[in-house]
């Protein structure tokens, strides 16, 4: 087991002690697809739970509730600390609540466990859209592996479409691996910058540029907005270029200011363009499929790794196999065989999941 894995596994034991589901799967469908938030809510408890029996119970909600998702557009919005997400986010969905959609806003943070410290979806940075009764705010799950913040977060999106919600947006801050993480799970993956500084400044990282189906640079107002407007059209031409992060559609650069509310709804003109011609073309389609798969593999991935480590045998063996390949005495590959063998001779079912 690794360090991440065996912190995932203790902070589950945590939130498995204090939370224990109180309703039955029928009562969770039944209120989602009612819509109650406090059941929302509590249905989301429960898949971020990583006890066995609550995965169980969560599991059988979420295939009760599978025909009733995936009737939303599903957007990523990723940036520096600082680029204005929340402030956006709370415009935006300000503004999309006033047209009569229902909106999830949802975080990744992979943030230290250490820390606990949420930077994303806490309630209060989106004041005014929290108060909203057609927004839902839900603060990341916190303190865990970026794995298991990504398993929590697609069911979550599920859990949201299903209790009526039409617009899901997956806030993240540009660190680690989880724009990746989040581009995986969204239809449309929309990129926050600042002008000025360049890339290196802004700490956007390499390759991010490159998964984005749009550019947002923010605070285009006051004295700042010919700098944004150049900075616009400097993106274009370099993003002219790059290979689209998705086929059958041109990355372009935009600029707003999500403090006057000016390019909001321009900006949102692009992402229902984009869904409006990839639903025509078949390519969202496609890539829900292709985002379904892939995760289906890393799933599996995951039960297999955590279900090797956590055999006894396997555990018992890993130190002593582990010294004599870095002593020289044995390779890589025996030592793999070999570790494999104790697993397939001495398999032990009551090993997982505990
Ligand atoms: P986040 O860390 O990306 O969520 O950024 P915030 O939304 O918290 O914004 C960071 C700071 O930038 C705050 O002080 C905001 O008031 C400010 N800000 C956000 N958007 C704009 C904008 O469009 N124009 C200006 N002038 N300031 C902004």
Redesign the pocket.
């Known amino acids: 087991m690794t360090g991440e894995e065996r912190q995932e596994r203790s902070s589950l034991v945590f939130s498995t002690s204090v939370r224990p589901p109180r309703l039955s799967a029928e009562q969770y469908v039944k209120g989602v697809l009612e819509n109650s938030r406090s059941v929302l809510a509590q249905a989301i408890t429960l898949v971020e739970s990583n006890s066995p029996q609550h995965m169980k119970l969560a599991q059988d909600v979420l295939k009760q509730l599978l025909p009733h998702t995936g009737r939303s557009i599903r957007v990523g919005i990723t940036?520096?600390?600082?680029?204005?997400?929340?402030?956006?986010i709370?415009a935006l969905g300000t503004m999309l609540c006033e047209r009569g959609h229902r909106v999830a806003v949802l975080a990744v943070d992979p943030s230290s466990p250490v820390t606990r410290g949420s930077?994303?979806g806490d309630k209060t940075?989106m004041e005014q859209l929290s108060r909203n009764p057609r927004a839902f705010i839900r603060p990341s799950a916190t303190g865990g592996t970026l794995g298991g913040v990504n398993r929590k977060t697609r069911e979550t999106i599920l859990l949201c479409e299903a209790a009526g919600f039409d617009v899901i947006l997956v806030?993240t801050?540009g660190v680690g691996q989880s724009e990746t993480t989040v581009r995986s799970m969204v239809d449309f993956f929309l990129l926050?910058m600042l002008t000025g500084g360049g890339d290196e400044l802004q700490g956007i990282k390499k390759g991010v540029i490159e998964i984005a189906d749009a550019l947002l640079i923010?605070?285009?107002?006051?004295e700042?907005k010919q700098r944004a407007m150049v900075a616009k059209a400097e993106y274009n031409r370099v993003l002219h270029y790059l290979q689209p992060a998705t086929a059958g559609w041109q990355t372009q650069a935009y600029t707003?200011?999500?403090?006057?509310g000016e390019g909001i709804a321009e900006i949102w003109g692009v992402v229902e363009n984009f869904r409006d011609e990839l639903t025509r073309s078949g390519g969202l389609a496609a890539r829900r499929q292709a985002q379904s798969r892939d995760w289906l593999m890393s799933m599996t991935e995951d039960y297999l790794r955590s279900r090797f480590f956590g055999h006894s045998g396997v555990a018992s063996k890993l130190p002593e196999v582990e010294a004599a390949v870095l002593r020289g005495e044995l390779s890589a590959t025996a030592a793999a065989q070999l570790l494999i063998e104790t697993y397939e001779q001495k398999r032990d079912e009551s090993e997982w999941g505990e």
Not at 79 to 88: I, L, R
Request: charged share 20%; with cysteine; net charge neutral.
């Open positions: 940036g520096v600390p600082g680029a204005g997400k929340s402030t956006f709370e930077i994303l940075r806030e801050v926050m923010n605070k285009a107002d006051g700042n707003c200011s999500a403090l006057t």
